[in-house]
């Protein structure tokens, strides 16, 4: 980053602000109020007591791939929870959080640029997520996108979030929401721009593209003053 930076380029996220949004612990930065209830942990004990207080968890990998070996424990899957937490925590550390019912069927993604909702042509670019079969695996194809009203909640929640979006230096953000809880945040591959497009018809891009030649413009501006090499002012502006 430095080099391009010096050289004049814009580089959009600040580098260290993608290194530490990429890991799945940076939600644990974000107020309780608005996370699901969630543990990280390798011991089977720890884990069982979250899953008995809970009745119904969601286990992943901490450092897995998204969408890969998502399990779903209650009452049925019950007994096999010690396999479960022995095959995930082969991998390392495990997340177990809350199971939200909402998530299950949908959630809603909404993108935020600079650290505030994108909005363009008076439509957020925010679309609902629906899973066909109550998937909880991201399975290319089976899943159904439906326009969604933005909410007092939803906004308030990323009232809630902005403060750390804008430190971290993070430009363009999906955000996966379900009831009134951040479920994910999407900086190295927000997908569902195009879904999105399609929903809303609007095209997005124009936006972005224009915060992009704003972004140029302030820099010739500003000249030296946005040359940090971690690029966190000009990210979020």
């Known amino acids: 980053g430095m080099f391009a930076v010096k050289?004049?380029?814009?580089?959009?996220?600040?580098?260290e602000g993608l290194s530490k949004s990429r890991n799945k612990l940076?939600?644990?930065?974000?107020?309780?109020?608005?996370r699901t209830d969630s543990i990280i942990a390798r011991d089977e004990g720890e884990i069982k007591k979250f899953y008995d207080k809970k009745n119904k968890i969601i286990m992943k990998p901490l450092f897995g791939e998204d969408g890969k070996n998502i399990f779903m424990v209650h009452n049925k899957e019950g007994p096999n929870i010690n396999q479960i937490i022995e095959a995930l925590s082969r991998e390392g550390y495990v997340i177990a959080r809350e199971y939200l019912k909402e998530a299950e069927k949908c959630y809603t993604r909404i993108y935020l640029m600079n650290g505030v909702p994108l909005y363009h042509k008076g439509q957020y670019a925010a679309v609902k997520v629906v899973h066909k079969s109550g998937n909880l695996k991201k399975i290319e194809g089976?899943?159904?996108?439906?326009?969604?009203?933005?909410t007092k909640q939803m906004l308030d929640i990323i009232d809630i979030i902005r403060p750390r979006i804008?430190?971290?230096?993070?430009?363009?953000?999906?955000l996966d929401i379900a009831s009134d809880k951040?479920?994910?945040?999407?900086?190295?591959?927000?997908?569902?721009?195009?879904?999105?497009?399609?929903?809303?018809?609007?095209d997005f891009f124009d936006a972005?593209?224009?915060?992009?030649?704003?972004?140029?413009?302030?820099?010739?501006?500003?000249?030296?003053?946005?040359?940090?090499?971690?690029?966190?002012?000009?990210?979020?502006?």
Do not use: W
Request: proline share 3%; net charge negative; glycine share 4%.
């Open 166 to 174: 804008i430190k971290d230096g993070l430009f363009l953000v999906g």
């Open 182 to 202: 951040l479920l994910e945040l999407n900086v190295f591959m927000p997908g569902e721009l195009v879904n999105i497009e399609a929903v809303t018809k609007v």
């Open 208 to 237: 972005i593209i224009d915060a992009l030649e704003r972004k140029v413009e302030y820099k010739e501006l500003y000249q030296s003053k946005f040359n940090s090499a971690d690029n966190v002012e000009l990210a979020a502006l």
């Open 7 to 15: 050289e004049g380029v814009i580089v959009l996220n600040s580098p």
């Open 26 to 34: 940076y939600l644990q930065n974000f107020p309780e109020k608005i």
């Open 142 to 150: 089976n899943d159904r996108y439906c326009r969604v009203k933005v």
